[in-house]
Structure formats: C-alpha cells, structure tokens
C-alpha cells in the first residue's frame, strides 16, 4: 500500500501547480482522500478532501476558489489543481486517505499518509 505524491517544486506569485497522488496496493476510489500541508514552522494542517461515498468536498478557507481536487479512476490517482498560488502556500504538501466528512468538521488526522512534495512559491 503506497501513495506517492508528485508535482511541487517552484512556482511565481499568481502561478499554477498541480500535484498528484498515485495510489498503488489498493483502488484509490474506495477512500476519502485529502491532501494537507505544512508550512515552516506552523503545524500540518488539512487543504482539501473527497469523499465520493459521503459526496462531500472539502476546502480550508484560505484555498477555496483557488485549488481543486479531483481523481481518476482509471489512473488510480488524486490531483490537486493549485491556481493563483501566493507565498503563504509554501509548504509540503501530503496526500492522504482519510475521513472526509471529520475533517471537514475540524478533525485533523488521517488514517494513512503519503509522502510530501514541495511548493514553493517565490518570485
């Protein structure tokens, strides 16, 4: 059971990335999946989540209208489109299974991580 994250590296105030989160041992599609980050000095916190059981779709505050996760199926494998990016969303990102709908409510915890990819977003 593996979930490899890809895609960070630098970006430019107002730029884009898009991060992906191949699962590998298991269908993807049969979890919630998220992804959280962690900024120097400041402790990981959750950015995004999907649950197609519960069809529930998560975004922390300071992303919404910005970032957009998804998956595919066939690809077996979670993204997360980040557009308008500013320096406050340096950080390493993790993707993660996790319950959707408890992190929606404040619950910050997964049930199993990935590893993080860098962002960083500087001019």
Known sequence: VQLQA???GLAQPGGSLTLSCAASGFTL??????WF???PG???GPVSCISNRDDITFYTDSVKGRFTISGDTAKNTAYLQMN???????????CAILDCRAV???VNQANYWG????????S
């Open 29 to 34: 599609d049969h979890y919630d999946i998220g």
């Open 37 to 39: 980050r962690q900024a």
């Open 6 to 8: 890809s895609g960070g």
């Open 115 to 122: 590893q993080g990819t860098l962002v960083t977003v500087s």
């Open 42 to 44: 400041q402790l990981r």
């Open 84 to 94: 308008s990016l500013t320096p406050d969303d340096t950080a390493v990102y993790y």
């Open 104 to 106: 929606s409510h404040g």
